[in-house]
T-cell receptor
Framework: DAGVIQSPRHEVTEMGQEVTLRCKPI?????LFWYRQTMMRGLELLIY????????DSGMPEDRFSAKMPNASFSTLKIQPSEPRDSAVYFC????????????????FGPGTRLTVT | KNEVEQSPQNLTAQEGEFITINCSYS?????LHWLQQHPGGGIVSLFM???GKKKHGRLIATINIQEKHSSLHITASHPRDSAVYIC?????????????FGTGTSLTVIP
C-alpha cells in the first residue's frame, strides 16, 4: 500500500483565497483524521471521520474551515477564505478502526501539506 | 491546563545514553499513543498502549493507568533518534473518541 496520500505537498496562496487540501487514506481503514501543526500550538486534531461520517469536529477553528469525506477513499479540508494565521502544516492520518485488532486505533500519517497564506 | 503534559520539553543527550521521556494525562483514557516526528516533518506512530509495556527494538513504552503516566525509553540512543516525540491519548466520551496531544519533546542526540 502507498500509505496515506496528501496533496498538494506545498501550497502558497494569498489571503482571501479558497484552499482545498486532499487526502487519500489507506484502503480498508475506517477512520480518517485531519490535524494542523504550528510552532505555537503544536499538533491539533481538527476533525475525524468514522466510516465517512464526521464524529468530532470540535477542533475545527471556525466556520471558514470545512471537511468532507464523500467516500471511503477521499477526504478534503477546505479553508474559505484563507487567512495568514492558517499557515501551518496540515496532516491527514487514517486508522484501521475496530476491525484492525491489535492496531485498531494506530494511526498512519500522510506526509502533510505545508500551507502558506500571504 | 493541558490534558496531556510531557517532560522534558527539550532534551539533549550523548550518543549511547539511556533516554526517558515522560507523559502525564488528566483524563480517563482507552489508549495512549507515542508519535515520532523527524526533522523532515513526517510523523510515525511508534506505540499504542492501553496497559503494561511494549518494546520495539531500542524503544520501550510503559504505561501506568492508575497513576495516569506513561514513559518512552530509548536505549543506546543514536543521532538518528533525534526527533520530536509526541504523546497523545484517546478518551471515550458520549460523542465518540476524544484525542488530546502533548506539546512534544524535542530530542537531540549528539554523536
Amino acid at each position: 500500500d502507498a500509505g496515506v496520500i496528501q496533496s498538494p505537498r506545498h501550497e502558497v496562496t494569498e489571503m482571501g483565497q479558497e484552499v482545498t487540501l486532499r487526502c487519500k487514506p489507506i484502503s480498508g481503514h475506517d477512520y480518517l483524521f485531519w490535524y494542523r501543526q504550528t510552532m505555537m500550538r503544536g499538533l491539533e486534531l481538527l476533525i475525524y471521520f468514522n466510516n465517512n461520517v464526521p464524529i468530532d469536529d470540535s477542533g475545527m477553528p471556525e466556520d471558514r474551515f470545512s471537511a468532507k469525506m464523500p467516500n471511503a477513499s477521499f477526504s478534503t479540508l477546505k479553508i474559505q477564505p484563507s487567512e495568514p494565521r492558517d499557515s501551518a502544516v496540515y496532516f491527514c492520518a487514517s486508522s484501521p478502526g475496530l476491525a484492525g485488532g491489535r492496531g485498531s486505533y494506530e494511526q498512519y500519517f500522510g506526509p502533510g501539506t505545508r500551507l502558506t497564506v500571504t | 491546563k493541558n490534558e496531556v503534559e510531557q517532560s522534558p520539553q527539550n532534551l539533549t543527550a550523548q550518543e549511547g545514553e539511556f533516554i526517558t521521556i515522560n507523559c502525564s494525562y488528566s483524563v480517563g483514557i482507552s489508549a495512549l499513543h507515542w508519535l515520532q516526528q523527524h526533522p523532515g516533518g513526517g510523523i510515525v506512530s511508534l506505540f499504542m498502549l492501553s496497559s503494561g509495556k511494549k518494546k520495539h527494538g531500542r524503544l520501550i513504552a510503559t504505561i501506568n493507568i492508575q497513576e495516569k503516566h506513561s514513559s518512552l525509553h530509548i536505549t543506546a540512543s543514536h543521532p538518528r533518534d533525534s526527533a520530536v516525540y509526541i504523546c497523545a491519548v484517546r478518551s471515550e466520551s458520549r460523542i465518540g473518541n476524544q484525542f488530546y496531544f502533548g506539546t512534544g519533546t524535542s530530542l537531540t542526540v549528539i554523536p
